[in-house]
């Protein structure tokens, strides 16, 4: 391909499963010159995410320096993934135009993000200028010790954290706000208060004292959480219309069992004793089953 000059099929042998051929493509490509690279920018727009991914890596490879600016755009791409391999490819590149926008990925509220913006970081020999910025760093890298040792400065880092999708990263942030016991840390605390997770919330439960947030406002705080009881009219309305469907709802595995009677016995009831005998029949217990699953559903615990 590299002789017949075909590089559109050297860009689609970047997607390819064998890293070999990928890293092979990507050197082919960079040994073409400019007319290489300039194809490699223009497939930097496609639409298909894995072939932007390629792209990145291969432009990463050649360490081509007018790849600089796509990829520190490529830093703002709404796909997590694609901003990861924009870090990591310009800390291949170690142009200094990079260093900036890299520092700012450090904020980004996905962890991948923020893990490869700091070892692009690490590559170009970058030194926090305070203590701050080292605790940012430890983020990205997910070295949960040394940002609790650097105290209060550590603080807004940590907040970062607790707008990462995964609730791991969050209850360890949580974590780290009552080691670190500051004041400061109680506007976030008490937010955590009402996160998605259980686990992240009964963590800030037990910070709470220790960053100095009275026990007094933890119910409140608590009651704002995300209801995860399941719906009482959702659970008739699926019973009413798929008998047992609404048990299956509320998490009974039998409602499958109560399912598959319902099917056998109307039809053994439409054959022998006809349509409208069917619905005079069905209708009244389809009526009572309704009635008890929105009654079991009103008495689930509210998560």
């Given amino acids: 391909m590299k002789k017949r000059k075909d590089i559109d099929g050297l860009i689609r042998a970047l997607m390819y ?30 639409r298909n995410k894995h072939i932007r991914l390629g792209v990145m890596e291969a432009l990463g490879e050649i360490r081509a320096p007018e790849a600089v600016q796509p990829l520190i755009n490529a830093l703002h791409d709404p796909d997590n993934e694609v901003r990861w391999e924009a870090a990591l490819a310009l800390g291949e590149i170690g142009d200094d135009r990079a260093l900036p ?11 991948f993000v923020r893990y490869g913006a700091a070892v692009a970081l690490d590559k170009f020999g970058w030194q926090p200028e305070n203590d701050t910025m080292h605790a940012y760093l430890h983020l990205g890298k997910q070295e949960w010790k040394e940002m609790v040792a650097i105290g209060e ?24 706000f009552g080691v670190i016991g500051s004041e400061k840390a109680i506007p976030l605390v008490y937010r955590s208060l009402s996160d998605a997770n259980d686990n992240v919330r009964w963590n800030a439960v037990k910070a709470a004292p220790r960053v100095g947030l009275s026990l007094a406002y933890l119910p409140r705080g ?9 719906n009482p009219y959702i659970a008739g309305f699926l019973n009413f219309v798929l008998p047992g ?26 054959t022998t004793n006809g349509e409208f005998n069917t619905y005079g029949i069905n209708y009244p217990i389809y009526f009572i089953l309704a009635a008890h699953a929105w009654y079991m559903a009103s008495k689930m615990p509210d998560l």
């Fill in 222 to 230: 608590l009651s704002l959480r995300p209801r995860l009881r399941k």
């Fill in 153 to 176: 400065a550590a603080i807004e880092p940590l907040s970062v954290a607790l707008n990462d999708h995964d609730s791991e990263i969050r209850e360890k942030a949580v974590r780290a």
């Fill in 245 to 270: 469907m609404g048990y299956f709802y509320l998490g009974k595995w039998w409602g499958i069992i109560i399912f598959q009677i319902d099917v056998y016995a109307t039809t053994l009831v439409f």
């Fill in 101 to 111: 926008p890299l520092v700012e990925a450090l904020k980004d509220r996905d962890r």
């Fill in 17 to 46: 499963k064998d890293l070999d051929i990928q890293w092979r493509a990507a050197e082919a490509l960079g040994e073409m010159g400019t007319e290489g690279n300039n194809h490699l920018l223009l497939a930097l727009q496609s």
